[in-house]
């Protein structure tokens, strides 16, 4: 395909119906939350459309829903992506009382269905590093309010003074080197109540994310890249028992004597001359790589990797020191291939948190103020994202997105442009419904 946005919508139906043939179905088995069925206008799939094309589209508020996507268009496009009969696009109060009601578990399971899906697919198997999937857990702010928003609400405080309040988020992302992140998990990070002695924190949300992860995929080869709050023997041993490897940024601070330990045994090495490295080097870079396997200290062995890295840009040198805790058996063979996959933890932040509060979706504004629906709201921007994504690094289009839309943000103004003026023809729907056709992301 190209650029031409007369084609934009032929691009989003067939995406959909390539990677979630039965997205229609998941929806409508979504348990309906309202009590009051017989004064339903729309069934629960057509609300969670909106809610994804909310942030798809980039809307950046709620009320939006009531001034863009109130185009007879429009409203026909709503039409068949839900295939339901309508006359007209809820209302955001409609929208907003639907996720008031709905458990974010049941969006969860969503998610969780995606992600199976595409790794059935092999969609993301070309990706995968040491035969592991990378997946980066990490923490983000999400909401902050000058007074209480809710009994679940963390607070800041100076000199016994509470500043405001705030709401976080730990994200379980799968990574690629291309930069695709896909949301596989989500703990939000609060406390049980108002008068807790001791505020929810990251590390125990690790604990509760890290059990939903191996409940929805109990048999996916894992490896967790992590920054240094994680490196210690509770977080090893819940990678060793659930059969996962990790990559865990390594600092002093993080763990004092086991950081000791291993620079001990470095110098010995170098000592008698047994020093395990190799040596990278290409025309704009020099690595080296060192490495200490099998450090048993107060807990489950680990090993260690190391990474100098010279960068040469015009006459200039920069070199980067980067320290990896692993439990992967370093070697000769694998030592250049895990140092990237330790690096890809960064995309998390990068290509996800950022592009998030950042790119269009508005991730720290409230979409509500309500507890059970701001939740929801979150859930699904990390649908609409991972729906972006794969148009966006799909193989649908002869060029890379950004060459030929110019960025992003372009993309996703003519797509939303495509959405108000063009109707899919019967004809094309029935095509894609019923024809084979291959779409596979750009490989790294």
Known sequence: MTADSRELNKAFYKTVKHFFPEFRKWLKSIDEPRKNKHSIIYPQKVLLWVGILLFMLKLKARR??????????????????????????????????????????????????MINRLIRMKTLTKFRIGGHYMVSIDGTGHLVFKERHCKHCLTKKKKGKIIYYYHNVLEAKLVTQTGVVLSMGTEFIENPHKRVTKQDCELKAFYRLAEKIKRSFPQLKICLLLDALYAGNPVFNICDRNNWKYLITFKEGSMPEGYQEYL?????????????????????????????????????????????????????????????????????????????????????????????????????????????????YYLLMQIAHLLNQLMEQGSLFTDNVKKLFGSIKNFTTK????????????????????????ITLRGP
């Open 415 to 438: 797509l939303l442009m495509a959405l108000v003026t063009s109707v899919l023809d019967p004809a094309d729907i029935k095509h894609i419904d019923t024809s084979r056709f291959q």
């Open 264 to 376: 001990s045994i470095i110098e010995c090495q170098k000592m008698h001359k047994i020093e395990k490295k190799k040596t990278v080097e290409t025309k704009d870079k020099k690595q080296q790589l060192r490495w200490v396997n099998d450090i048993t200290f107060r807990g489950p062995a680990f090993s260690v990797l190391s990474c100098k890295e010279t960068l040469r840009k015009k006459r200039k040198k920069k070199t980067t020191d980067y320290l990896w805790l692993t439990n992967f058996n370093v070697s000769k063979s694998n030592c250049e291939i895990l140092q990237r996959g330790g690096r890809l933890r960064w995309k998390i932040e990068n290509e996800g948190f950022n592009i998030q509060k950042n790119g269009g979706y508005n991730l720290q504004h409230p979409y509500s103020m309500d507890e059970k629906a701001m939740k929801n």
């Open 64 to 113: 939006q829903i009531n001034y863009i996507m109130t185009e007879l268009t429009f409203v026909k496009n709503l039409s068949l992506l839900s295939k339901t009969a309508l006359d007209k696009v809820p209302h955001d109060g409609t929208v907003e009382y639907f996720m008031k009601k709905l458990p974010p578990e049941k969006i969860e399971n969503l998610i969780t269905r």
